[in-house]
């Protein structure tokens, strides 16, 4: 067990790290530069040491991210060091070409660190977090670019101080998509957030100062800096570090934090036209150009959680009204079928075929469940393949099956001769060839279908394939039955549990 995963070891890291933080805030207020220079060299000596260490000791499957985030620690050093000196004038664009390279070994690290990730509608995801990074590009242009463009004093300089807004927009979306793809707690993720937060806190003031919005010390500009690079060395010292390339799914409800975030940058992006009135024409042609893209995209995932919600609802129905074993309708449904077929039917005798395999509960009994599953999903396939599109074939329960059909008498006893027929051959399952056969009871009526009426014609059905299974019949129609030898009062019969395979 490393320090860092005992107690008194993570109270230790808390203790540096929030003593580093405040001689960090403490500095600027010196007045002087050398205290804020010479805490820069230990922070940079310490994230660097911070890193290697947790680099040896945790071992990270995929370096790359920590190795260029280790690279942007001296980049950044570079940067700042030159501007802290006073070399800005010979160094120049030295030290901003080093801050911006800095900032984009920071922003690949990110990247390195979720790209990995498999999700399940990631499309959707990064849909979501493209948006985000699009409003977060039309606020720079409209705050920081735009106010750069137009008071910059040369073409370098300007060109260089209007990259950084863009180069944090980017920053901007990674962190949108880091926060939402992160369900479960990672220590070291979430520093590496906080610390991607504090380099873009630095990076907005450092450009609205660029911008002549506001005028900050550039020992203060350079706090949330310092503060980044703290909690990215803190970070690589977790026993979390090795884990962030795991997978992970996202739950719906990011979906609706994600939908919460876009709809805050759409009212924003709505005020741009209020705040920027002072924009020219080509500030104007950019903005409305970001916008139709965001509203683009706003459109594209409203029709893409359309179709979502869309194919949940019919995959919800589908459950509801079918049996997961064989794909038929079920009880419910079949109780159903008088309002949703009552156009179809209107005017139609109706048929009711109850069906019953022969011998199912020695098979169940005597090759287990899974055989009969396999036997009742084989019977269900032949059923299926001799009735057509206009009967309603079911699962009533157990071995048993309904098929409701808008057919005459004589249509009903030709489709009960072909169902007959299709048990014939014996069943070629994993056991072995099984001979099964069935009998069959039929009901009909004339009048229009209520739900109590399929509830007579269940049980009358039921009482001639009972009729037909004692007598070795096959098929008995219920009107017969008075007319053949007496017979045991019979009930309609629920399922029978013990013979239901599971």
Known sequence: MTISETPSGSRRWCVVLLGAAGAVLIAPLTGGRALPF????????????????????????????????????????????????????????VDD???????????????GWLQPRTLRNARDLWLDSALIGLSTLLASWTFLISPILRHGTGLV???????????????????????????RSETSLRLLQAALIAVLVGGVLESL???????????????????????????????????????????????????????????AASLISVVGADLGV??????????????????????????????????AQYQADHDLLTGLFNRAALLRAPHRYRDQWAGKPLCLLFIDLDGFKMVNDSYGHAVGDELIANAASRIRRTTTAGDLTARYGGDEFVILSPRTRAEAAILAEHLLGA??????????????????????ITTRPTEKTIYDLIRTADAA???????????????????????RPHQLRAANPTTTAV
């Open 282 to 315: 080509g500030d104007r042609v950019v903005i409305c150009s970001l916008l139709t893209l965001l509203l683009v995209g706003v459109l594209v995932r409203s029709e893409r959680a359309i179709g979502r919600s869309m194919r949940s609802e019919r995959r």
């Open 209 to 267: 100062t660029a911008a002549g919005t506001i005028a900050v010390d550039p020992e203060f500009a350079l706090v949330p800096q310092q503060w980044a690079y703290l909690l990215a060395g803190l970070a690589a010292v977790q026993p979390t570090m090795g884990a962030l390339r795991d997978t992970e799914d996202v739950h719906p409800h990011r979906s609706r934090q994600r939908a919460g975030m876009i709809a805050v940058a759409l009212v």
């Open 465 to 487: 394939m009972y009729h037909a299974k004692e007598y070795r019949l096959g098929l008995t129609f219920h009107e017969e039955i008075r007319k053949s030898a007496p017979h």
């Open 97 to 111: 070409l080093c801050t911006l390279a800095a900032s984009l070994c920071l922003g690949f690290a990110a990247v």
């Open 38 to 93: 010479l805490l820069l060299i230990v922070i940079v000596a310490g994230s660097l040491a911070m890193i290697g260490y947790g680099m040896y000791r945790h071992r990270p499957a995929h370096r790359l991210p920590w190795y260029l985030l280790a690279a942007s620690v001296p980049l950044f050093a570079a940067g700042t060091a030159i501007r802290a000196l006073g070399l800005h004038q010979g160094w120049h664009p």
């Open 423 to 444: 048990f014939i051959r014996p069943f070629e399952l994993s056991c072995g060839e099984i001979p099964i056969t069935a009998s069959i009871g039929v009901a009909c």
């Open 157 to 183: 300089d300007t060109a260089l101080a209007a990259s950084y807004p863009v180069i944090h927009a980017l920053l901007a979306t990674v962190l949108a998509h880091s926060l939402a793809t992160v369900v």
